[in-house]
């Protein structure tokens, strides 16, 4: 098996393009989560863009059949970014993306999610300004209309919904700080 011990973007694009290879559309979605990231990584230091750009291709592997173990994606892609040796912080950057402890209280992932580390930095803002900004199909939507997009989908009883109230403040603040660093 390769492992992955160093942050390489490219390595990062080529290992979620295998992974997400049977999910044509969220490997759409991927592309342009990677192409904001790359088009707001001057919000992050210079030392950490290769981080986020690798962190927003990477961010939805645990929707990828080989991972697929808990249904609860953040923390499916986390660990197999875990088993592929890829560095703590980019697991970190995978297991927490977008706000994903809110939702993982509510439906009780949250002690395994623990296990990863989260960083709270310009590059975990930038990461879910990417994906927050980044439609399923790929378009690029404002964060506002992304989120409610995202509960429409997941239905009113989904933990989504149950999460709502604390993540989606969460959400347009960090857009928000994103759009202040540009």
């Known amino acids: 098996m390769i492992t992955y011990p160093s942050i390489d973007a490219e390595a990062a694009r080529r290992f979620a393009c295998r992974v997400l290879l049977p999910l044509p559309q969220r490997w759409i979605h991927t592309q342009?989560?990677?192409a904001q990231a790359a088009a707001v990584a001057r919000a992050v230091a210079p030392q950490d863009r290769a981080l986020l750009l690798a962190a927003a291709w990477?961010?939805?592997?645990?929707?990828?059949?080989?991972?697929?173990l808990t249904g609860f994606h953040p923390l499916d892609g986390a660990r197999l970014a875990a088993r592929y040796s890829w560095p703590p912080r980019l697991t970190g950057l995978i297991a927490h993306h977008s706000g994903a402890l809110f939702v993982a209280r509510v439906s009780g992932w949250d002690e395994q999610l623990a296990a990863f580390p989260d960083e709270a930095s310009p590059v975990t803002d930038a990461l879910v300004y990417a994906d927050q900004t980044t439609a399923p199909d790929g378009r690029m939507l404002p964060a506002d209309v992304r989120i409610a997009q995202a509960l429409a989908r997941h239905g009113p009883g989904s933990p989504q919904h149950g999460a709502a109230a604390h993540r989606t403040p969460y959400l347009l603040a960090a857009v928000g700080r994103v759009q202040a660093r540009l």
């Open 32 to 34: 342009a989560v990677a």
């Open 58 to 68: 990477l961010h939805d592997i645990g929707y990828a059949p080989a991972a697929a």
